[in-house]
């Protein structure tokens, strides 16, 4: 783990890094329930609303993969975590939610609540620029850095399971409309 700041941070990151992990994979079994209507979906739909929701899990592992990497130094490390969340919102601009927040998915209409906008497109962009900001914490020794990182982290996951349940809700809806 990098230097002696972030030591007492162990346990927390191998207890989401686990956490991450399982939720991703079981992202799969969600995908399960009704993959006829995933497949039936824009493809446009599928990677601004599905998709990001297992780069979330994916992103909450590997920063506390990065965390436990032995003898990584705080310099490496905040670089690597700088990178992540520039990748992250780069994600984010290229799936392009907010153009289909506003302007719906294929020939569909909008239909997305305020609450879908704060946790698919508000909520994520904010995680990823806090994880620059705890990154630039890091680099620089400040206080804020690793209980910013912690938030972050954590952040995603809670975003994760969010929209992982609002698909559950959705595709049970869907399955039940078929019937």
């Given amino acids: 783990m990098a230097e ?3 030591q007492h941070w162990h346990e927390f990151y191998f207890l989401l890094g686990t956490s ?4 991703t994979g ?3 079994v969600v995908i399960s329930i009704n993959p006829d209507t995933i497949a039936e979906r824009p493809t446009s739909g599928v990677r601004a609303f599905v998709t990001p929701t297992m780069v979330f899990f994916t992103t ?3 920063v506390s993969a990065l965390l436990l990497v032995p003898d990584l130094s705080l310099r490496s490390l905040a670089v690597l975590l700088a990178l992540t969340g520039i990748a992250g919102v780069a994600y984010l601009v290229w ?4 153009h289909y927040y506003v302007h719906g ?3 569909q209409p909008p239909s997305l609540d305020y ?3 704060v946790f698919f497109i508000g909520l994520p962009f904010l995680s990823y620029l806090l994880l620059v900001a705890a990154a630039v914490g890091i680099w620089l020794h400040a206080r804020f850095g690793p209980p910013t990182l912690a938030f972050t982290t954590l ?3 809670v975003v994760g399971i969010h929209n992982a349940w609002d698909l559950v809700i959705w595709l049970a809806q869907q399955k039940r409309r078929a019937s």
Avoid: P, T
């Fill in 60 to 62: 909450a592992f590997i």
């Fill in 4 to 6: 002696s700041a972030l």
């Fill in 155 to 157: 952040l995603l996951i």
């Fill in 20 to 23: 991450a992990a399982a939720l």
């Fill in 95 to 98: 799936v392009r939610g907010h």
């Fill in 26 to 28: 079981l992202m799969g």
């Fill in 105 to 107: 998915v294929g020939d």
């Fill in 115 to 117: 609450e879908d906008w």
